[in-house]
């Protein structure tokens, strides 16, 4: 083997063990509540409980997110479908909701939920942590989505 090739593959190899039990950069960002107001703003990091070998869209694959002070939220991704619209005088402020119209709408514009959204599959999760916060996270390709927590903040998924 040619001495450079032998680095090659002991650089990928060590990224890989690196990244073990990380969702590949899936991240929420806060963009409406508490803790959007924060400077700087946190940022919660997703993450699958088991190595992954792909840089493709792993939203089912989430077991867990970070949140800043140290708690993890755990649960498990589903696919739904998209059959009714909710605004927020028409459901609870708190996560489970049966989908997140208005965070889809708040974070891409008004109107995103129905044009892009519904009727279509997606991918649907509700995180629990041990301190109580209640995370419920949407994505229609694993790359784009929203989330919407039991503490008043609305966050963008980006991958």
């Not at 899936?26 to 700087?40: D, E, I, S």
């Not at 070998?53 to 755990?74: A, M, N």
Request: charged share 15%; with cysteine.
């Amino acid at each position: 083997m040619r001495p450079h090739l032998g680095l090659a593959v002991v650089a990928l190899y060590m990224c890989i063990i690196s990244n073990s039990g990380r969702a590949y950069a899936q991240k929420l960002y806060p963009v409406q509540g508490p803790m959007a107001a924060q400077t700087p703003q946190p940022v919660l990091v997703g993450q699958t409980s088991f190595r992954v070998v792909s840089t493709g869209p792993l939203f089912h694959l989430l077991k867990s997110w970070t949140f800043p002070d140290g708690e993890v939220l755990q649960g498990k991704a589903k696919k739904v479908k998209a059959t009714s619209v909710n605004t927020p005088a028409a459901v609870p402020a708190n996560p489970p909701q049966p989908n997140l119209a208005f965070a889809w709408d708040a974070v891409y514009g008004e109107g995103f939920f129905v044009a892009h959204i519904l009727g279509k599959d997606f991918w649907q999760a509700v995180f629990k942590g041990s301190q109580g916060t209640v995370l419920q996270v949407e994505t229609l390709n694993g790359q784009q989505g929203v989330a919407v927590d039991n503490k008043g903040n609305t966050y963008k998924m980006v991958w």
